[in-house]
C-alpha cells in the first residue's frame, strides 16, 4: 500500500523528540492495544532507548481484552515494561504510576547513594498520530491541569505539568509518522486512523477489514454486520452491506463508497465491538 511520505517534517520532529528527550527519565511510548505491533516504530523507539521506554498499549475499551493480555505478555516476554489504559476513562491510570516508579526505582536509589534530594521522576508521552498523546497527557494531569507551570528546561523552557508530587510530565509530545514496512501493518494503521486518508485507497482497506473480520470474528459479521452468508468473496460481502445499508447512487447502482466510510467509522468508534487486529 502506498503511503505519502514527508520527509522534511520527519527530520524536524526527530530533532525534537531528541532534544525533549534530553529533560526526561522515561518515554511513555502509547500504542494501540487494537494493534499495538504494528503501530510501532523502530525509527522513534532506537531514538528514545537512549532513556527509559514504558509501552502503553491506549485504548483498550476499544480492544478484545484476551487480546490486550497476550500482547502485553509478548512484549514483557521481549524484556518491556508494559502497562495499559483507557485514556477516556483512566481505567488502568494506577498501573502506569506503577510501573513508571518501578522504572525509576533505580535512579531514586541512586540518587539516595549520593545523598542527594530524590527529584520527581520526568516523563513525556511519544507516539504516532491519532495513537491517543493528548488524551493520555490530559488523563494523567486530570484536573491538574490548571496547576500548568513554566519550568526551565536544559536548553529552552519547557511547560512542565506537575503530575503527582513524585511525577512531572514534559506537556508536548512526541509525534513520529508511522513507519510502514509491510502491506498488512499498512492496511492496520489506516484502520485505525493512523495513516491518513490521503495516503491508503478506503475500498482496499475496508476489504481488507471484512477479510479479517470474516476469518477471525465470524459472529461480528453476522451479528454487527447483518451479513447473510460468510462464504463469499469480501466484495460481495461488501455489496451485501450496502444493499442492507440501502447505500444507493441515484441510478440504482451501489454506493459502495459510502458503505466502505460507514464500516470503517463503525470500527473505530467502537460499534462492531473490541476488535484487534493484530
Ligand atoms: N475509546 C478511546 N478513545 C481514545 C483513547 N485515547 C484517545 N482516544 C481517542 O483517539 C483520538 C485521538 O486522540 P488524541 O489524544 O488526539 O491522539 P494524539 O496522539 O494526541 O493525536 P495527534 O496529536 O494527532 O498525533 C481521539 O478521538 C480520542 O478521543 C482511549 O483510551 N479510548
Ligand atoms: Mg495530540
Not at 451479528?223 to 461488501?238: R, Y
Not at 451485501?240 to 447512487?249: N, T
Request: with cysteine; charged share 30%; glycine share 6%.
Amino acid at each position: 500500500m502506498a503511503i505519502n511520505w514527508y520527509p522534511g517534517h520527519m527530520v524536524k520532529a526527530r530533532r525534537e523528540i531528541e532534544e525533549n528527550l534530553k529533560l526526561v527519565d522515561i518515554v511513555a511510548m502509547l500504542l494501540d492495544a487494537r494493534a499495538p505491533f504494528s503501530c510501532r516504530n523502530t525509527d522513534l523507539e532506537k531514538i528514545c532507548r537512549r532513556k527509559k521506554i514504558l509501552f502503553v498499549l491506549n485504548k483498550i475499551d476499544l480492544a478484545s481484552p484476551e487480546a490486550t493480555q497476550r500482547y502485553l505478555a509478548r512484549l514483557r516476554n521481549e524484556g518491556e515494561k508494559v502497562a495499559a489504559i483507557d485514556s477516556t476513562s483512566g481505567k488502568g491510570l494506577k498501573e502506569v504510576f506503577q510501573a513508571i516508579k518501578e522504572i525509576y526505582q533505580p535512579q531514586m536509589a541512586e540518587m539516595v547513594r549520593k545523598g542527594r534530594r530524590i527529584r520527581p521522576v520526568r516523563i513525556m508521552a511519544a507516539g504516532v498520530p491519532n495513537i491517543g498523546k493528548s488524551t493520555f497527557i490530559n488523563c494523567l494531569v486530570g484536573k491538574k491541569m490548571t496547576q500548568t507551570g513554566a519550568k526551565p528546561g536544559i536548553t529552552r523552557g519547557k511547560q512542565w505539568v506537575r503530575v503527582r508530587d513524585d511525577v512531572e510530565l514534559l506537556d508536548t509530545p512526541g509525534l513520529m509518522w508511522p513507519k510502514v514496512e509491510a502491506e498488512e501493518q499498512g492496511f492496520k494503521l489506516a484502520i485505525l486512523s493512523i495513516v491518513g486518508e490521503n495516503a491508503y485507497n478506503q475500498e482496499e482497506v475496508t476489504l481488507y477489514l471484512l477479510q479479517t473480520l470474516q476469518q477471525k470474528f465470524p459472529d461480528i459479521m453476522t451479528e454487527k454486520l447483518k451479513v447473510s452468508n460468510l462464504d463469499q468473496t469480501a466484495g460481495e460481502i461488501l455489496n451485501e452491506i450496502a444493499l442492507k445499508r440501502g447505500h444507493l447512487l441515484k441510478a440504482g447502482a451501489l454506493d459502495t463508497d459510502k458503505t466502505c466510510m460507514s464500516i470503517l467509522q463503525d470500527f473505530r468508534k467502537g460499534k462492531l465491538g473490541r476488535i484487534s487486529l493484530d
